[in-house]
Nanobody, 123 residues
């Protein structure tokens, strides 16, 4: 069984930064691609960023490209999302997830999810 626990969310002013972490249990963290998704009230869950298991590939949604950086530390079983130049439209619950198949952009390609961490950006 895999457990994912996000942390690092909070309230920040527009233009500020936050760093999200996702701590994973289990020995197989390092062999799976991982991703971040977010969901704002009334919206569907949307792709934010993903990274390959070797961390040599990274993909981003157009809305966060150039502002967010995904990274991972396989020795610590931890996934990160550095978020800079935050905007009010980034407000959402952020989830980390393990990708097991398919397209990195589709939520259905991920099998294990954390419970999420709230990010609120004030204007």
């Amino acid at each position: 069984q895999v457990q994912l626990v996000e942390s690092g969310g909070g309230l920040v002013q527009a233009g500020g930064s936050l760093r999200l972490s996702c701590a994973a249990s289990g020995r197989t963290f390092s062999i799976y691609a991982m991703g971040w998704f977010r969901q704002a009230p009334g919206n569907e869950r949307e792709f934010v960023a993903s990274t390959s298991w070797t961390a040599d590939l990274a993909y981003y949604a157009d809305s966060v490209k150039g502002r967010f950086t995904i990274s991972r530390d396989n020795a610590k079983n931890t996934l990160y999302l550095q978020m800079n130049s935050l905007k009010p439209e980034d407000t959402a619950v952020y989830y980390c997830a393990r990708q097991y198949t398919g397209s990195y952009r589709r939520a259905t390609s991920y099998d294990y999810w954390g419970h999420g961490t709230q990010v609120t950006v004030s204007s």
